[in-house]
């Protein structure tokens, strides 16, 4: 090695922060991330931790990740996260289902021992959602909700299926079913988004359930399409208000003449009318709407 220029050619630094040296963390700060980690604390709060407690701290977010990793890696030891995830599953003495493909797990279904008793004492409605991206192997969560009679949300079961497809669906919905002592208690209306094929494995497994649709995604649905098609701002406010008191009318009557209200408010922007018509009211109106959600007791 040559020695060209024997002077830095920029300033020193400020701020430790960041370097990976002086950044590096002790035994016994391992020993605090490990066990606040134990505790469920998020990442952030461990590192704010650290901060606070010890002097001339100069960790970062990253480095706490890390370590959390390390951790979780040193407890899991040989195991695969599969692996790992079914012996905690027998360990805590979950009800638990899974198949295989090809000697792979392709879906899992668990329910935790005292989500089953609240399921089954808790067993008029549930709420069954579906999320994306939650693992490095892009398997589905399905995800199953209920509420208490003090108004307490639990979630009663979930499960990593390979894909959302009808065949996947209903293997967890049956399941689920599979949860309930008796058989003629079981739930009377089931809320999803629409997803088509949630919907379709809740027709074809619950078959005297009423299929009620979220509110909640088609209102941020129908809020997103008006700031869309709508061009003016100043109007989106009154049109999303036209659309609250169609969704709200307490009978058919007043339901017609608030559609009525709502067409001409939003002439302008046919689009966003067509939109409105083919996408939530012609097919589904009977699964959101007060009208016809009132008949089905939630």
């Not at 090695?1 to 016994?28: P, Q």
């Not at 809320?191 to 074809?204: E, G, H, P, S």
């Amino acid at each position: 090695m040559k020695l060209i220029c024997g002077s830095h050619n920029h300033e020193l630094t400020k701020s430790l922060v960041g370097h990976r040296y002086v950044g590096r963390l002790a035994k016994d700060e391992k020993i605090i991330v490990a066990n606040m980690t134990k505790s469920m604390v998020k990442p952030k709060n461990i590192l704010l931790t650290l901060k606070e407690h010890i002097a001339n701290s100069y960790e970062t977010i990253k480095q706490i990740y890390n370590a959390i990793n390390v951790y979780r890696s040193s407890i899991r030891g040989s195991n695969i996260e599969m692996q790992q995830l079914m012996k905690l599953i027998e360990c805590d003495q979950y009800i638990h289902w899974h198949r295989l493909k090809d000697d792979i797990v392709c879906d899992i279904f668990w329910c935790h021992p005292g989500a089953f008793k609240l399921t089954n004492a808790c067993n008029l409605v549930f709420l069954i959602d579906n999320t994306y991206k939650t693992n490095r192997y892009r398997l589905l969560l399905l995800d199953i909700v209920s509420v208490t009679p003090i108004g307490m949300i639990f979630s009663t079961t979930f499960a990593y299926l390979e894909g959302d497809r009808l065949n996947n669906i209903v293997w967890a919905l049956q399941r689920f079913i599979g949860l309930f002592l008796r058989h003629d208690a079981l739930p009377g209306v089931m809320v999803t988004d629409r997803d088509l094929a949630l919907m379709n494995a809740v027709k074809t497994v619950f078959l005297k359930a009423t299929n009620l649709l979220c509110l909640f995604h088609i209102d941020k649905n129908v809020k997103i399409k008006c700031k869309t098609l709508v061009g003016k701002k100043n109007t989106w406010d009154c049109v999303m208000e036209t659309w609250a008191s169609l969704v709200d009318c307490p009978s058919e009557k007043e339901f017609n003449e608030c559609l009525k209200k709502f067409e001409i408010a939003c002439s302008p922007w046919p689009m966003f009318v067509d939109y409105v018509n083919q996408t939530c009211l012609i097919p589904h109106k009977e699964r959101f709407v007060k009208v016809w959600t009132n008949k089905a007791m939630h």
